[in-house]
């Protein structure tokens, strides 16, 4: 029998916000896409905030999904999930992958603060995150990574993350894991031996005249400033409990 190769699942959901005039912010554009569900919930005044639903399982081997956002001049999003997102083998041959893409406008916010996303044993995905920020725009960015459900080998993980202000790049970093990734992504200079890792990115215009002081938060956890209104939290932890406190903290710290 011929090796037939099931194609992927291909989605793309967008939600573009805007200031509404009157002080809040509205989302003329909300589009769901198969496996991609957007569900706007109760924000405050001036803030919209969407939940991300995941509508099936995936992403699965040769899936493709994105997800585009953007928020005007003046308007404030708030962006999260509503549980883990597990990347898993499926039918379909090569790598998944998921791709975020962000804009924001001047006195513009985002809050990016998706769920864990859980690479499983046999899976492959490739994900990539770019953010492009107005002069004056805000945004606060959190991504967490765990290798492997409990007790569990990971997948092959790849995460790319671009963050660029008035079109300068603060950060453009890359990570891989997992089989096949470049030798000692598991040793003592990169994760040490744990299982979860992840960033958080928060840029505000006054940290240009006022950078962070770097330094060391908790065992594992760390903040350096950017060259830019910006500061890095980078943090790896034994699991995604101790992960998500520890960027908790620190977002705390930046507040």
């Given amino acids: 029998m011929a090796d037939v190769t099931v194609p992927g699942v291909r989605a793309e959901a967008r939600i573009t916000a805007r200031d509404d005039g009157r002080g809040g912010t509205c989302l003329p554009v909300l589009e769901s896409d198969g496996p991609l569900a ?41 962006v999260g999930s509503a549980a883990a997102t597990i990347a898993l083998p499926g039918q379909a041959k090569g790598e998944a992958r998921y791709d975020v893409r962000a804009t ?57 993350l671009v963050v660029r202000v008035a079109g300068t790049c603060l950060l453009d970093q890359e990570l891989v894991c997992g089989p096949g990734a470049p030798g000692g992504w598991d040793g003592p200079a990169v994760l040490g ?41 980078t ?6 409990l101790r992960l998500r406190r520890l960027l908790d903290e620190a977002m705390a710290s930046l507040a």
């Fill in 38 to 78: 957007l569900r706007r919930t109760r924000g405050d005044a001036a803030e919209a905030r969407v939940v991300l639903v995941g509508a099936m399982s995936g992403p699965l081997g040769g899936d493709r999904f994105a997800v585009r956002a953007e928020v005007g001049e003046g308007a404030r999003l708030r």
């Fill in 104 to 160: 924001v406008g001047d006195r513009g916010e985002l809050h990016w603060l998706p769920e864990q996303l859980i690479s499983a044993r046999g899976s492959e995905l490739a994900v990539t995150t770019r953010v492009d920020l107005a002069a004056t725009a805000r945004l606060v960015l959190r991504e967490e990574q765990v290798l492997g459900r409990a007790r569990e080998e990971p997948g092959r993980l790849g995460s790319r």
């Fill in 193 to 233: 031996g744990h299982r979860a890792v992840g960033q958080l990115v928060v840029v505000r215009p006054e940290f240009a005249q006022r950078p962070v002081t770097a330094r060391v938060l908790a065992e594992g956890a760390a903040v350096v400033p950017l060259a830019g209104p910006a500061a890095l939290v």
């Fill in 235 to 240: 943090a790896a932890a034994p699991d995604a």
